[in-house]
């Protein structure tokens, strides 16, 4: 019988995946996680068959969280559920050795794909992810900038670059303004940048958004 931990913030979300995978799979054991704390937690506990999760939830460094699981948990298959489709983050969560990538707007049968491909030890990423993936030879790590941020980094430069202000931002990862103002700094020095306006064209170029 698979066992599988849900992570999301929204119950709502954890509720149609749980009752989706019921439907399916009948006696799947299905977990649940509202934030990082708690699936860590539970990950220490149990040994799950999949991990399904989102990336943005509130109180959650969700690239710490998977690095985390990967020393804890390395033989853990993960699939990233998420309204992010952005090439950059889903490449750099790939990097990270996740196993799915699927947009929150994909339909049931799409997720179920997902799901059963991971499962038998396959990758799965949505059709217009494997696009980019195809064409990612004009975007490597050399060409692209924000391959020079570190993880953290790329989250804030995502959050900049969609209009959300430093306090937002500092309370979105749970870290200080001061530390927002720091790795801002940082971006637009590793990004040879001065203004968000700049950026955030540098960031349509490079598919951040």
Same mark, same amino acid.
């Given at each position: 019988?698979?066992?599988?931990?849900?992570?999301?913030?929204?119950?709502?979300?954890?509720?149609?995946?749980?009752?989706?995978?019921?439907?399916?799979?009948?006696?799947?054991?299905?977990?649940?996680? /509202?934030?990082?704390?708690?699936?860590?937690?539970? +990950? $220490? &506990?149990?040994?799950?068959?999949? $991990?399904?999760? &989102?990336?943005?939830?509130?109180?959650?460094?969700?690239? =710490?969280?998977?690095?985390?699981?990967?020393?804890?948990? #390395?033989?853990? #298959? +993960?699939?990233?559920?998420?309204? $992010?489709?952005?090439?950059?983050?889903?490449?750099?969560?790939?990097?990270?050795?996740? %196993?799915?990538?699927?947009?929150?707007?994909?339909?049931? #049968?799409?997720?179920?794909?997902?799901?059963?491909?991971?499962?038998?030890? %396959?990758?799965?990423?949505?059709?217009?992810?494997?696009?980019?993936?195809?064409? &990612? =030879?004009?975007?490597?790590?050399?060409?692209?900038?924000?391959?020079?941020?570190?993880?953290?980094?790329?989250?804030?430069?995502?959050?900049?670059? /969609?209009?959300?202000?430093?306090?937002?931002?500092?309370?979105?990862?749970?870290?200080?303004? =001061?530390?927002?103002?720091?790795? /801002?700094?940082? +971006?637009?020095? %590793?990004? /040879?940048?001065?203004?968000?306006?700049?950026?955030? &064209?540098?960031? $349509?170029?490079?598919?951040?958004?």
């Amino acid at each position: 019988m698979y066992k599988i931990l849900l992570v999301d913030d929204h119950s709502i979300v954890r509720s149609g995946i749980r009752l989706l995978l019921k439907e399916q799979y009948g006696a799947m054991e299905v977990d649940e996680a /509202k934030n990082g704390s708690v699936a860590f937690g539970k +990950i $220490m &506990d149990n040994t799950y068959h999949l $991990m399904v999760t &989102d990336i943005n939830m509130p109180n959650t460094d969700t690239f =710490s969280l998977l690095q985390n699981i990967r020393s804890t948990a #390395p033989d853990l #298959p +993960i699939m990233i559920f998420t309204i $992010m489709t952005e090439y950059a983050f889903a490449k750099r969560y790939l990097q990270l050795g996740v %196993k799915g990538y699927v947009s929150k707007q994909a339909e049931d #049968p799409e997720i179920l794909t997902a799901v059963h491909r991971i499962l038998f030890g %396959k990758l799965y990423v949505c059709s217009e992810l494997m696009d980019q993936m195809v064409e &990612d =030879s004009h975007f490597n790590q050399e060409l692209d900038p924000f391959g020079r941020l570190s993880n953290r980094e790329l989250e804030i430069a995502y959050h900049l670059v /969609k209009g959300k202000s430093v306090s937002y931002i500092a309370d979105t990862l749970n870290i200080h303004t =001061s530390t927002v103002g720091t790795h /801002k700094a940082r +971006i637009f020095d %590793k990004l /040879k940048v001065d203004n968000v306006v700049v950026m955030k &064209d540098l960031a $349509m170029h490079y598919r951040l958004i």
